[in-house]
């Protein structure tokens, strides 16, 4: 009788099938090969079967694709979408999306120009969301606003949003500034904001972003 196969979500490091290289598994994205062939991301690590593993990146992703690395990984035939770099973009995008909205529903976030600016003279604000679109007039005035308050060289900037996308997770219309204030549900929110910059290759800030992503 074959000997059970070992349980790849529980090891602490996995090698990169794209690029080779062996790092800690929460740097890495798994991928399992589904029933009918197709390969998917599997961000939680919850399903079943062979996972192949990929660098937490769309450089990483791409170049998978490009050596056709999933095929040997699974030593089995797939199917691979090719926007599958895309696909996963999106998943941690709105994971992220999600968390934000679980930190909402805690009361961490104040929405609004005028909210976000009292905020900053008294509450402990964490991050600053500025939707990818708000005006450049409102982010330098908040700017100004967190520097006074004494607190801005340890205050996050998150710009990886575009107002619709803030309005659909937080509930309401026309989110262009929020304030984010502490918490262990904001600390998940910015971890996976860091996990989805490292995969567009950009600062959480936004610097280097298409802004039509």
Known sequence: MDAPREDDRKAPERTCVATRT???????????????GAVVP?????????????????????????????????????????????VTDGLIERQTLAMLGF???????LAGFAKVEAALAKEAVVALIEAQDAGEDGVRKLGQAARRS?????????RLFRGSQLDLALGRSNVVHAALLAGPVS????????ALA???G????????????
């Open 198 to 200: 490292r995969y567009r």
């Open 187 to 194: 600390a998940a929110f910015l971890a996976r904001c860091d």
């Open 150 to 158: 004494g607190r801005s060289t340890e205050m996050r900037a998150v």
């Open 22 to 36: 062996v790092r800690p598994a929460g740097e890495l994205i798994r991928f399992v090969r589904a029933p009918d």
């Open 202 to 213: 950009v600062d959480a800030d936004g610097a280097g972003q298409d802004s039509a992503s």
């Open 42 to 86: 599997d961000l939680k690590r919850e399903l079943p079967g062979r996972g192949v593993w990929v660098t937490a990146s769309g450089d990483a992703v791409r170049l998978a694709m490009k050596k056709r690395a999933f095929a040997r990984g699974f030593k089995d035939e797939v199917t691979v979408d090719p926007a599958l770099d895309a």
């Open 103 to 109: 930190a909402n529903k805690a009361g961490l976030v």
